[in-house]
């Protein structure tokens, strides 16, 4: 329980509830809510609001949402009224982003809250902090300018980490100083306080290590890159990435308890679990499997030694499955497939938000799949994660987010 404790201790005053940066509170897609899902009724809307383009989901902090998107030439960071979506503040920043396949012009990393400031990351490689009571412009520091971070074929969308009063990137960048895959800035100031690695960026946010709060875990380009919080020392990599060039790495890292962590990707990669030595500071492989969970974009859900996610590719098909962290042996599979879709776990229950615009909701049941409720949320087409805060699910579409109870 106490590094939980130590993690929750860098977002002051967090209440129970609170969804501040991606994948939650801790990181690993999971709500600190205790309210319970029963499941057993369609969830009702609470408000809906229109956006502008863009993939970045909602957080949301002391009753209030921030959102980012894009509209027209601008990326719009806004905050909102939690209980009716009335805006509170609004701040624009002009951007010029095209998207190098022809898709969505807007934002992909969801911001983050920490220290009265809210850290955004957009595609075209800016990142601002911005004030949360007001969204006055505190720092810009400029990826593309400062570090040559390319744009790779969809755009940054690293998710910010704050941690120790730094805000931690996979950028892909470098300088005269030499490479900047992984870089610091000073929360404060925006100031680069260090720089590490030659890796690309991929579209993989890091995470800490749960057990070991002064080590920070990314899934870069090239594959498992562990590094110590304060200066970027490089503590362990691994070689973990697809043979082809077109392809991703975009899953989070997965805390499995006890130091251990699962990283997966499509492209025939598979995935494979870490150990962390805490005294050794020493990091080993477990297991890698090519077939038992390659995940495309979406980052599991880890509860019971079991791991939940959805494997194989957007284009042809997804399934969910439930594999053993022991062992990578898939205990059960979903019979319906699904294009892809993103988790959140409550309670013993899982929340699944398809593509397809459809809210699963099943058992968090290692032992088979018990889907409890399906209904039709939002449009078609999304691929942003979802937000969970005092049992109000925030999801978002290509046109609009929608607040819905969840009972």
């Known amino acids: 329980m106490r590094p939980i404790l130590l993690f929750l201790c860098a977002f002051t005053s967090l209440q129970a509830g609170d969804w501040p940066q991606f994948l939650g509170p801790q990181r690993n ?11 057993s009724t369609e969830p009702e809307i609470v408000w809906k609001r229109m956006l502008g383009s863009g993939h970045a989901g909602a957080v949301v902090r002391d009753n209030c949402v921030i959102m980012t998107h ?21 701040h624009a920043c002009p951007t ?28 075209e490689g800016m990142v601002q902090a911005l004030d949360f009571k007001t969204g006055e412009l505190i720092w810009s520091y400029d990826t593309v300018a400062e570090l040559e971070s390319p744009q790779g074929y969809f755009g940054r969308a690293c998710s910010p980490l704050v941690a120790d009063g730094k805000v931690l990137l996979n950028v892909g960048g470098k300088n005269a100083k030499g490479g900047a895959g992984i870089i ?37 380009r090239r594959g498992v ?38 990283f997966t990707a499509a492209y025939d990669v ?15 492989n477990l297991w890698k499997k090519a077939d038992t969970l390659d995940c495309h974009y979406t980052t599991p859900v880890y509860h019971a030694g079991h791991v939940f996610g959805l494997h194989g590719r957007q284009e042809s098909g997804m399934t969910l499955r439930c594999i053993s962290v022991a062992d990578g042996k898939v205990v059960w599979e979903a019979p319906d497939r699904l294009q892809g879709g993103t988790l959140i776990l409550v309670g013993d229950k899982i929340l699944l938000h398809s593509e397809a615009g459809e809210l699963w909701i099943f058992s968090a049941d290692p032992k088979k799949f018990n889907l409890l409720q399906r209904s039709q949320i939002t449009r078609a087409g999304h691929r942003s994660h979802d937000a969970y805060s005092n049992g109000q699910l925030y999801a ?12």
């Open 70 to 90: 894009r509209q027209g030439g601008e990326i719009v960071t806004e905050a909102l009224a939690a209980a009716d979506g009335k805006s509170l503040w609004k």
């Open 96 to 123: 010029a982003y095209r998207d190098s396949f022809g898709f969505d012009n807007g934002p992909r990393a969801v911001p983050c809250i920490a220290a009265g400031k809210v850290i955004t990351h957009g595609p």
């Open 29 to 39: 897609c999971t709500a600190t809510d205790e309210t319970a899902i029963v499941g």
């Open 396 to 407: 978002r579409d290509a046109e609009k987010l929608v607040v819905l109870k969840v009972k």
């Open 225 to 262: 890159l562990l590094t110590q919080t304060s200066d970027g020392k490089v503590l362990a990599d691994d070689y973990f990435r697809a043979q082809i060039d077109a392809s991703v790495n975009a899953a989070a890292p997965v805390p499995c308890g006890d130091g251990r962590l699962l």
């Open 184 to 220: 610091a800035l000073d929360l404060a100031t925006g100031k680069l306080v260090w720089q590490a690695t030659e890796d690309e960026a991929s579209y993989s946010s890091p995470v800490l290590l749960p057990e070991d709060q002064g080590v920070s875990a990314f899934f870069t």
């Open 270 to 284: 598979g995935a494979g679990l870490w150990q962390w030595n805490k005294a050794e500071r020493k990091l080993t």
